[in-house]
């Protein structure tokens, strides 16, 4: 029985830990959707806009200003509104963890 339990407390903490890195990879996945003008991890080039290192609530602020259409852009409202706002939060998060 002690066996079981213990056995039992494994598998849930591997189901955690699992389902925890499977999030890391879906804000990996919709980050790399900002690679082809933001560059790879957010290092954009020479006139792009840099997203690696801004604070998580400035990238959040200017998402959600993009996706309510408060913000003029050219393409970035249509990207925005295809997030929900927590992916967005996610999105940030990722972006100001990043190294400059």
Known sequence: MRNTRRWLAAAALLALAS???AQVNQ???WAAACANCHGT???AQPGMVTLAGQT???I????????NG???ATIMHQIAKGYSDEQIAQIAAYFAAQKP
């Open 19 to 21: 389902g925890a890195q």
């Open 27 to 29: 804000v990996r996945v």
């Open 41 to 43: 991890d957010g290092k």
């Open 56 to 58: 998580k609530s400035d």
């Open 60 to 67: 959040e602020q200017k998402m959600l200003a993009f996706k």
């Open 70 to 72: 408060q913000r003029p």
